[in-house]
Nanobody, 123 residues
Framework: QLQASGGGLVQAGGSLRLSCADA????????MGWFRQAPGKEREFVAA????????YYADSVKGRFTISRDNAKNAVYLQMNSLKPEDTAVYYC??????????????????WGQGTLVTVSS
């Protein structure tokens, strides 16, 4: 099962690096995404990366602050988060896509969601 990790409590302006791994299934040939859900809000797209890692996508709210990357040899995906803001507080998920291409920000593209990790940014 996909497992996101690396969340925690950080002050505004700080950084965190989230990781995503699955001990039982390889997703090295899957596009991957990061989504988040804040308390009382709908789940939203954060970032995505193609299965070869050559193409990345970001929500406007995180562009320039967050960086998505992957290491297919380690079956892992990462989200480096810098200049964190209180509005980044949410549970972060790293789903694997059903298919390659298409709209990377659409939740229907992703089939395997797994466990999220909580990020809390204090002001």
């Amino acid at each position: 099962q996909l497992q996101a990790s690396g969340g925690g409590l950080v002050q505004a302006g700080g950084s965190l690096r989230l990781s995503c791994a699955d001990a039982g299934r390889s997703f090295s040939r899957s596009d991957m995404g990061w989504f988040r859900q804040a308390p009382g809000k709908e789940r939203e797209f954060v970032a995505a990366i193609s299965w070869l890692g050559g193409t990345t996508y970001y929500a406007d709210s995180v562009k320039g602050r967050f960086t998505i990357s992957r290491d297919n040899a380690k079956n892992a995906v990462y989200l480096q988060m810098n200049s964190l803001k209180p509005e980044d507080t949410a549970v972060y998920y790293c789903p694997a896509a059903r298919y390659s291409g298409g709209s990377y920000s659409q939740q229907l593209k992703y089939a395997y969601w797994g466990q999220g990790t909580l990020v809390t940014v204090s002001s």
